[in-house]
């Protein structure tokens, strides 16, 4: 059995940490079935956005007319924009791979593991063990019970984002940023979409107003079906039908294309990390303390498969302390996730960071809330942005920062002011008292800001 210092199971943020013990020196093996860079290079952030782009180019010439402009979309070339994106991930994930192989303290498997025992796995009929191991190995598209469902040819996000052809009707289960951010692409596109979703608001572990607003507006762009569950899938020729239930009510869409986009399962099942003892929680993440080390001294944990937000800048900032951690046994630190911030890249965009009110509520937290609409400031009426608020709350007795909630145009860049102070641990003043730029679009946090009365 070959053994190596370290070894990293997955090659998204995981080679961070190898690529960090390469240096050092170390003996150190990277394994991957897939393409090198993970989910978010192949099958997540990035190519979604770059064809996002495509959807929000689409949109401006539609709302061209709203300036005085006169313009049509006359064309979609569906091949030009999927053969852009797979062109440039492609490129990057051979480069990322390239590096690791390059790299003569690197041993790259091409192929996906198992454990089989103690810090035991078995690589492609290969027996490999590390001194230390990092399981980075991600989540996978959840695939839910629906009657039927293995007899039609759905799609989740892995295949939605390189379609060799345009889906002229779609069905999108799911409310979330996934099936979200893929509804505006697809629909912007000119694709009949409808949007199947079990909760009563889309994105609803957002902030209650802007999941509100949201919903409002995605009503407005697509067929939006609400508490409902598909219960059924079959072939009709070449369609698929599904059939949705809802209190009393069923309906029975047909469409040539179904995605399924109801959330993502950790990847511990295929990995079997019991047979090293490592622990998992109730919904199969891997269990790990505040350094992201589990309970098998030497194995620890990071991305995704911990479960804590499904993110990429979250399994950047935990392998960047998984490194820390491992080389610093005896000044380990304890992971920070204050002031998170997160974006879905639809139309309109939302990007949130901290508590939502709700959750302010729960806690008991005394808060004060301030709002402000983006057509109430200068910037906002002259992009004629009708729907945007930016919604932010702070504590009632300091002043410090709770959250802010942001829907409308650039929202994923306006977020990230009130993430910074937030990290910071500043108080609303840090915002309130700066001199912003009159009159560009984040005036509309400053006054969000400005707005509360304590
Ligand atoms: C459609 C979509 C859009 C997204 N958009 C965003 C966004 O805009 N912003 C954002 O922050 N996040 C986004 N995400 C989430 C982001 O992609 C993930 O949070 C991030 O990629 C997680 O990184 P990771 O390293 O934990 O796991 P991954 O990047 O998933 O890497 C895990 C790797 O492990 C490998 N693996 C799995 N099983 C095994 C095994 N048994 N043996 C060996 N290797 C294995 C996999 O092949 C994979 O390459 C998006 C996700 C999706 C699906």
């Given at each position: 059995?070959?053994?190596?210092?370290?070894?990293?199971?997955?090659s998204g943020?995981?080679?961070?940490v190898?690529?960090?013990?390469?240096?050092r020196?170390?003996?150190v093996?990277?394994?991957?079935?897939g393409?090198?860079?993970?989910?978010?290079?192949?099958?997540?952030?990035?190519?979604?956005k770059?064809?996002?782009?495509?959807?929000?180019?689409v949109?401006?010439?539609?709302?061209?007319?709203?300036?005085?402009?006169?313009?049509?979309?006359?064309?979609?070339?569906?091949?030009?924009?999927?053969?852009?994106?797979?062109?440039?991930?492609?490129a990057?994930?051979?480069m990322?791979?390239?590096?690791?192989?390059?790299?003569?303290?690197?041993?790259?498997?091409?192929?996906?593991?198992?454990?089989?025992?103690?810090?035991?796995?078995d690589?492609?009929g290969?027996?490999?063990t590390?001194?230390?191991?990092?399981?980075?190995?991600?989540?996978?598209?959840?695939?839910?019970?629906?009657?039927?469902?293995r007899?039609?040819?759905?799609?989740?996000?892995?295949?939605?984002?390189?379609?060799?052809?345009?889906p002229?009707?779609?069905?999108?289960?799911?409310?979330?940023?996934?099936a979200?951010?893929?509804?505006?692409?697809?629909?912007?596109?000119?694709?009949?979409?409808?949007i199947?979703?079990?909760?009563?608001?889309?994105?609803r572990?957002?902030?209650?107003?802007?999941?509100?607003?949201?919903?409002?507006?995605?009503?407005r762009?697509?067929?939006?079906i609400?508490?409902?569950?598909?219960?059924?899938?079959?072939?009709?020729?070449?369609?698929?039908?599904?059939?949705?239930?809802?209190d009393?009510?069923?309906?029975?869409i047909?469409?040539?294309?179904?995605l399924?986009?109801?959330g993502?399962?950790?990847?511990?099942?295929?990995?079997?990390?019991?047979?090293?003892?490592?622990?998992v929680?109730?919904?199969?993440f891997?269990?790990?303390?505040?350094?992201?080390?589990?309970?098998?001294?030497?194995?620890?944990?990071l991305g995704?498969?911990?479960?804590?937000?499904?993110?990429?800048?979250?399994a950047?900032l935990?392998?960047?302390?998984?490194?820390?951690?491992?080389f610093n046994?005896?000044?380990?630190?304890?992971?920070?996730?204050?002031?998170?911030?997160?974006?879905v890249?639809?139309?309109?965009?939302?990007?949130?960071?901290?508590?939502?009110?709700?959750?302010?509520?729960?806690?008991?937290?005394?808060?004060?809330?301030g709002?402000?609409?983006?057509?109430d400031?200068?910037y906002g009426?002259?992009?004629e942005?009708?729907?945007?608020?930016?919604?932010v709350l702070v504590?009632?007795d300091?002043?410090?920062?709770?959250?802010?909630?942001?829907?409308?145009s650039?929202?994923?860049i306006?977020?990230?002011?009130?993430?910074?102070?937030?990290?910071?641990?500043?108080?609303?003043?840090?915002?309130?008292?700066?001199?912003?730029?009159h009159?560009a679009?984040?005036?509309?946090?400053?006054?969000?800001?400005?707005?509360?009365?304590t």
């Open positions: 059995m070959t053994r190596f210092d370290l070894v990293v199971i997955g943020s995981g080679l961070e190898s690529s960090e013990a390469a240096a020196g170390l003996k093996a990277v394994i991957e079935p393409p090198f860079g993970g989910t978010c290079l192949n099958r997540g952030c990035i190519p979604s770059m064809l996002i782009h495509s959807a929000d180019v949109e401006t010439i539609r709302r061209a007319d709203l300036f005085g402009i006169k313009a049509e979309v006359s064309a979609i070339d569906w091949g030009f924009i999927i053969k852009r994106v797979v062109d440039t991930i492609d990057d994930a051979a990322v791979e390239r590096g690791n192989r390059d790299n003569p303290n690197i041993t790259v498997f091409k192929s996906s593991c198992r454990f089989v025992g103690p810090k035991k796995l690589v492609g290969e027996q490999i590390g001194d230390t191991i990092v399981i980075a190995a991600g989540t996978r598209p959840r695939v839910p019970d629906i009657e039927g469902i007899d039609v040819p759905f799609i989740t996000s892995d295949e939605a984002l390189r379609l060799p052809k345009q002229a009707r779609l069905v999108i289960y799911g409310g979330g940023f996934i979200a951010e893929l509804a505006h692409f697809f629909g912007a596109l000119g694709t009949h979409v409808t199947v979703y079990r909760g009563s608001r889309l994105l572990r957002e902030d209650g107003d802007v999941s509100t607003r949201f919903t409002e507006v995605y009503r762009r697509f067929d939006t609400l508490n409902s569950a598909i219960v059924r899938a079959h072939r009709d020729g070449d369609d698929i039908v599904v059939e949705t239930a809802s009393g009510s069923k309906r029975s047909s469409a040539d294309t179904l399924l986009a109801v993502r399962d950790p990847n511990t099942d295929t990995l079997d990390v019991a047979s090293t003892g490592v622990a929680d109730d919904r199969g891997v269990k790990t303390d505040e350094y992201l080390e589990t309970d098998v001294p030497g194995i620890w944990a995704d498969i911990v479960g804590r937000y499904l993110l990429k800048h979250s950047n935990e392998a960047a302390y998984v490194a820390y951690n491992i046994p005896d000044s380990k630190v304890a992971v920070d996730y204050h002031a998170m911030p997160q974006a890249f639809a139309s309109p965009q939302v990007g949130s960071v901290g508590l939502t009110e709700r959750e302010a509520a729960e806690q008991g937290i005394p808060y004060a809330i709002r402000y609409d983006y057509y400031t200068a009426s002259s992009i942005d009708r729907d945007g608020f930016a919604k504590q009632r300091t002043g410090e920062i709770l959250g802010g909630h942001i829907i409308g650039e929202a994923s306006l977020i990230q002011e009130i993430a910074n102070a937030m990290r910071l641990r500043l108080s609303a003043d840090a915002i309130t008292q700066s001199i912003y730029v009159p679009l984040p005036e509309v946090v400053q006054r969000a800001f400005g707005s509360i009365s």
